[in-house]
C-alpha cells in the first residue's frame, strides 16, 4: 500500500513548484500518495517561506504541534527557504525533526528521507538541469522554473541567502518542459524566477545565451499553447523591447507584477532597487501606452528603516498615479544575514502599523472603484478549478478571478464571460459564448 504523504507549502510560487518536485520524486521513487491529514500521513513536510519573521516564528509552533498528534514513526521535515537560512539550528530547537532540506536542494528529497537528521542546505548547488517530473498540481496550467536563485543585492531581502545565485535554466529544457504540458492538455504556462527578465545572465552549461525577451517570443511558438504568465519581473530590467514584446504577443497574458517596493527615490536607493521613482512611472506609462488592457500588481513595503513622511507620501503618491489593480503590502521585516537588518534608524512600530493601514485603505478604494466599472463587461475566462458550491473559476487574460455556475465540464476550456456581480477578489458572471 502507498505511503502517506502530507505537505504544507508556504510562501511564493517558486516554493508551489518545489512542492510539486518533491511530490514527483515521493511518489514516482518512493510509493508515496498525498494525503489532506496530517495524523494519517507516514512524512510530514513543510515547505517555508522566511520573507518576513513571522512565518518563521509559526514554523516552530506548528511543528510542536505535528509531533504532538503525528503517527508515532511519522517522519518530519522541514523544506524550504527556512530550513536553507536555518540549517541544522531547526533540528537543535525541534530535535524530532528528521532532516532539513533547502529551497536550492529539493531535488534531494528521496536521499534526505533515509538519512536520520540530515542537513541539505548548500545554496550553490546546480539544481537547473534536475529533470522535471510530471506531477502538476493541476492539469490546466504548467508552472515552469525558468531560473533558479537571485543575483540582486535588496537590502532587505533574504531570497538570495536561501536560494543562492541566479543560474538561468537552458532555454531548450524549458521549450521542451512547456511542450510536455501542452502535450498533456495545458493551455498555459507559468514561468517562474525570482528576477524572470534577468533570465540569460548566467546558465548552467553552454547553451546559446537568450534573454526573457526571446525565450517568450520561442515558447509562444508552442501550438496549442495559449497563455503565457509569469513572475516576478523587475522593474529595473523593464525596457522597451520587453514591453513591446509584452504588448504585441497574443499569447502572453495582459497582468503585469511590477514590484514597487517604494515610491520614494531616496528609499529605493537605501533598498538597492536600482531605479527610481521616476524610472517606474515611466516603465507604467510605456506599458499602458503600448498595452492599455493591462492589469498591474505591485509588491509594497512600509516602513523601511529611515522612512520618512515625505518618503511614504511618495509611495501613496506613486500608488494613485498608477492606480493598481492589486498591492500586497508589507510591514518592512528585519530580516538576518541582509544588509538593512544593520540599518539603526528604524522607524516606530505605531507609524508602521498606521502606514499600512492608510495603503491597504486608499488600494481597497482604488480597488473597488476599478471593480465598479466592470459589471456588464465581458472576459475570456480559462476555467481551472471546481468550486464546492457548484461554481467554476479562472482568470481573464488580465488576470482577474471569475466564477460561473457550471460543472466540471467547463473545466480546461475558454469561454467568454458577462461579468453580473462584483466581488472584491472574485467577480461573477454568466457564460455568453
Ligand atoms: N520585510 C517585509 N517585506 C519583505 N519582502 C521581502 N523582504 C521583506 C522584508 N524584509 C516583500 C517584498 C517582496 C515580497 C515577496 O515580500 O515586497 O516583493
Ligand atoms: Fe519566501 Fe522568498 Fe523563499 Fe519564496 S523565495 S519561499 S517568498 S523567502
Known sequence: ?????????????????????????????????????FAEADLILI??????????????????????????????????????????????RAPYVSFVLGARN???????LHKDKAVEIDINYDESEFAFKDFRSSPYKAYINISIGCDKQCTFCIVPKTRG?????????IIAEAQKAVDAGAREVFLLGQ??????RRFSGDN?????????????????LERIRFTSPHPFHMDDEF????????????????????????????????????????????????CPEVSISTDIIVAFPGESDEDFLDTLDVVKRVGFDQIFSFKYSPRPQTEAEHFTNTVDPDVASARLTELQELSTQIIDAKNAKLLGKVFRVYFEDLNQDYYVSGRSDNNIVIKVKGSDELLGTFRD???????RTILTGEIVA
Open 106 to 112: 529539493v531535488s534531494k528529497i528521496t536521499e534526505v
Open 47 to 92: 515547505n517555508t517561506c522566511s520573507v518576513r519573521e513571522r512565518p518563521v516564528h509559526k514554523l516552530f509552533s506548528e511543528l510542536g504541534v505535528f509531533n504532538k498528534k503525528k503517527k508515532a514513526d511519522a517522519k518530519i521535515g522541514v523544506c524550504g527557504c527556512t530550513a536553507s537560512h536555518l540549517g541544522d539550528e531547526i533540528i537543535k
Open 1 to 37: 500500500m502507498a505511503k502517506k504523504l502530507f505537505i504544507e507549502t508556504l510562501g511564493c510560487a517558486m516554493n508551489s513548484r518545489d512542492t510539486e518536485h518533491m511530490i514527483a520524486e515521493l511518489s514516482e521513487k518512493e510509493d508515496y500518495e498525498v494525503c489532506e491529514n
Open 165 to 173: 545565485d541566479e543560474i538561468s535554466i537552458p532555454d531548450n529544457l
Open 417 to 423: 464571460v458577462k461579468i453580473t456581480a462584483i466581488g
Open 243 to 290: 514591453i513591446e514584446e509584452f504588448a504585441s504577443n497574443p499569447k502572453i497574458c495582459k497582468s503585469m507584477h511590477m514590484p514597487l517596493q517604494s515610491g520614494s527615490s531616496q528609499v529605493l536607493k537605501e533598498m538597492k532597487r536600482g531605479y527610481t521613482k521616476e524610472w517606474f512611472l515611466n516603465r507604467v506609462e510605456k506599458l499602458r501606452a503600448e
Open 208 to 224: 546559446e545565451k537568450v534573454n526573457f525577451t526571446e525565450l517568450l517570443r520561442r515558447l509562444s511558438r508552442i501550438e496549442g
Open 195 to 200: 528576477n524572470v527578465n534577468n533570465y540569460g
